[in-house]
């Protein structure tokens, strides 16, 4: 039962590149969170999905920044025209329909931009 | 004020003390406390969960939620130097609609002296 998997383990862009970081879900999970954390920072939360729908991106900055998840394959979260101020961890999470029981996080994407 | 607080630490025990280790959050609606682990480069791992008031207890980890005061705390009892890592709380509310994402405090880092 493998659990949630994300790739890259580690991305490095230049400044004005696109980022795609994919996460898979646990089998038999239809809901998706990402979140990102910055060097000595907490986990801060981004986007929230189920399949083919963005229930919460309250978290998302408003450019640059977009995620889905189709009925298809992995979630995507997509930066373009990256700045050194993404440089940070990118974690996934996963849960079943009704959580109750927290999360599940990915191993997650270290992004460097330079 | 800051939906969940943590002291930052780093919070030093000898090895075998009871470490402990506070959170506190603003949202009354808060319903569902966690406690995540986290290594240095690691992922967060959920440790323990707790829902109701009082004490849960899950080995040498007991979960203390008071929800009048909107406070959780976690105790870590016969402290062991593998215990030395970043120790995250967060809180979900549930609401009609769904799940709502996970608000995590930044941490508080535990040092467990040999």
């Known amino acids: 039962n493998a659990g949630v998997m994300q790739n890259p383990r580690h991305l490095v862009r230049r400044r004005g590149q696109e980022a795609r970081l994919r996460c898979s879900p646990m089998?038999?999970?239809?809901?998706v969170y990402w979140y990102r954390q910055l060097p000595e920072e907490g986990l801060k939360f981004m986007v929230y999905?189920?399949?083919?729908?963005?229930?919460?991106e309250s978290g998302m900055p408003k450019e640059r920044f977009s995620a889905e998840f189709p009925k298809e394959g992995p979630s995507i979260l997509r930066i373009q025209q990256v700045v050194r101020g993404d440089s940070a961890a990118y974690f996934c999470?996963?849960?079943?329909?009704?959580?109750?029981?927290?999360?599940?996080f990915g191993s997650g994407t270290r992004l460097t931009v330079v | 004020q800051k939906e969940v607080e943590q002291n930052s630490g780093p919070l030093s025990v000898p090895e075998g003390a009871i470490a402990s280790l506070n959170c506190t959050y603003s949202?009354?609606?808060?319903?569902?406390f966690f406690w995540y682990r986290q290594y240095s480069g690691k992922s967060p791992e959920l440790i323990m969960s707790?829902?109701?008031?009082g004490d849960k207890e899950d080995g040498r980890f007991t979960a203390q939620l008071n929800k009048a005061s909107q406070y959780v705390s976690l105790l870590i009892r016969d402290s062991q130097p593998s215990d030395s890592a970043t120790y995250l709380c967060?809180?979900?509310?549930?609401?009609?609609?769904?799940?709502?994402?996970?608000?995590f405090g930044k941490g508080t880092r535990l040092s467990v002296i040999a």
């Open positions: 999905l189920q399949k083919e729908n963005i229930i919460d």
């Open positions: 089998k038999g999970h239809s809901h």
């Open positions: 999470a996963s849960s079943p329909q009704f959580v109750s029981t927290g999360y599940t």
């Open positions: 707790i829902y109701s008031n």
């Open positions: 949202d009354r609606g808060s319903q569902s």
């Open positions: 967060a809180v979900t509310l549930f609401r009609n609609s769904g799940n709502t994402p996970l608000v």
